[in-house]
């Protein structure tokens, strides 16, 4: 019983986390309308990415380099 909460516990949030993204990068409501106020993220969120920066470099560092090694892979 545990294991199937756990499944559909990461299948709402993977589900949660795609519509999340598929409604920021829809043109008609995410942040590519020239013009249009942008509003301000919460505190908690702002401190909260603070907090992350390093990882999001670090993220970036490998995506860098893992960028070679797919090229790589997809050409065998």
Avoid: C, K, N
């Amino acid at each position: 019983m545990e294991i199937i909460g756990l499944a559909g516990f990461v299948f709402a949030a993977t589900a949660i986390g795609a519509l999340i993204y598929e409604r920021r990068s829809d043109v008609l409501h995410g942040p590519y309308i020239e013009g249009r106020e942008q509003p301000q993220p919460p505190e908690w969120l702002q401190a909260l990415d603070e907090m992350l920066d390093p990882v999001h470099e670090l993220a970036g560092r490998l995506s860098f380099r893992a960028r070679h090694a797919v090229y790589l892979a997809s050409l065998a």
